[in-house]
């Protein structure tokens, strides 16, 4: 079959890729061809049909001075009608069988659906965030989980300035989901995939096309994991581990607070972000000798310094809604201190794969990677039932037979 994959980027860009990437190995190991359809960048992988992305687009670098030029963008993120003609020109080219959509929403936008449907192609999509049912994608509101607009209330989110503080980006994203519940282009979809039972619920709860919704964990190849396993360690520090962007939601800002009463244990900390700065200067205030930033770090760094760790430790204060740096570090053997929140406690179970505290809770979190760091029996008892639990949920044959049950003739 020619499978027709869409993704905002064709490079590493975080969890979506990692799906991407995985999904489209298993439909080529499957014998079918995959026909990536996104948006141009120089750090794209090399595709033959790169030519039909779209141009492009880094908020970043708009002229904020410039009324026509945040005009252009804001429009093209929210209906982009070079997207539904580059779609159309590749579709003239190749037959698609089905397409399998992700994360588009900003880039690529919803309009396509309508040039797929037009076209009678079956439609299957896995939802990576929340954005049909929050504008800022994440339920959350100045650091606090936020669901004000259920029902398509999305003006809730203008009003609180939601999204980045900014009353205009706020104001933007709540037009892009009125737009598009208006246009109503979501109905084009026959089937929506959760990857966790929470995100599941929660689409669920707000009545997004019940009837459409799927549950069905990610698959994951774990032929990386295997390779940093057989490696042989090259430190015998002791520490614990924390890798993530760092921001707010990613609850980092508690960590570093329930690290202060341990200052024997170790904690590295992979990754950047906007709060970088803040956490830094938090802990030369607090004279946290014992944290040490090491940045972003290469995937087979990373999974390095997970194999080597005691254990790993997820402080999200969001709905997260797998999470695959919890999946690698279980499949690496190691268990996870992880808040009880959106999908992680499916992969954490209190006590048998990992440890669970309340999201945001400093003295519980601080008490959990006390009593894990010194019980070493504990920490490999745990971090056996880890890997055997991630190997049934996240499985690439399962996930396989999922998706055949979507797509007759897979």
């Known amino acids: 079959m020619n499978i027709l994959v869409v993704n905002w980027s064709w490079y590493p860009s975080g969890g979506d890729w990692t799906y991407v990437e995985n999904v489209t190995k298993l439909y080529r190991q499957k014998g079918h061809q995959v026909i990536p359809f996104s948006m141009k960048d120089n750090r794209n992988y090399p595709s033959e049909y790169s030519d039909f992305f779209i141009e492009n687009i880094d908020y970043k670098k708009v002229n904020k001075k410039s009324i026509t030029a945040g005009i252009k963008v804001v429009s093209k993120s929210i209906y982009s009608f070079e997207a ?91 037009l892009e989901n009125y737009v598009h519940k208006y246009l109503n282009y979501y109905a084009y979809v026959d089937y929506y995939i ?50 993530g962007r760092l921001e707010q939601i990613k609850g980092v800002h508690t960590l570093l607070k329930a690290i202060k009463s341990c200052s024997n244990i170790q904690l590295k900390i992979i990754g950047s972000g906007t709060q970088e700065a803040a956490l830094k200067a938090y802990q030369v205030e607090n004279q946290l000798n014992n944290v040490t930033f090491l940045g972003k770090k290469s995937r087979q760094e990373t999974l390095q310094l997970i194999n080597e760790a005691q254990f790993l430790l997820c402080t999200s204060e969001c709905y997260e809604v797998l999470g695959f740096t919890v999946v690698e570090a279980m499949a690496l053997g190691k268990p996870v201190i992880g808040a009880a929140i959106g999908g992680i406690p499916e992969m954490v179970l209190n006590g048998k794969t990992g440890l669970l505290f309340e999201p945001g809770n400093a003295a519980q979190l601080s008490a959990a990677i006390q009593s894990l760091y010194h019980d070493e029996v504990l920490i490999s008892e745990l971090g056996k039932n880890a890997e055997q639990h991630i190997h049934q949920l996240i499985n690439t044959e399962k996930h396989y037979a999922g998706l055949q049950k979507l797509i007759p003739g897979l």
């Open 194 to 243: 959760c990857p966790s039972v929470f995100h599941y619920q929660k689409f669920k709860s707000f009545n997004f096309f019940k009837e459409k919704l799927v549950q069905l964990y990610h698959d994951y190849d774990y032929a990386e994991i295997d390779a940093a396993k057989s490696k042989p360690v090259q430190t015998e520090d002791k520490y614990i581990v924390f890798v």
């Open 84 to 174: 539904q003609k580059n779609l159309e020109k590749l579709l003239d080219a190749v037959d698609i069988d089905f397409a399998h959509i992700n994360v588009i929403h900003h880039y690529i936008t919803p309009t396509i659906l309508k040039i797929l449907k037009k076209r009678n192609i079956p439609i299957i999509w896995t939802l990576h965030e929340y954005t049909p049912l929050c504008p800022d994608s994440i339920f959350v509101s100045h650091g606090k989980i936020c669901e004000k607009c259920y029902g398509g209330a999305f003006y809730h989110c203008i009003t609180n300035s939601c999204k980045k503080g900014s009353y205009l980006a706020s104001t933007v994203a709540a």
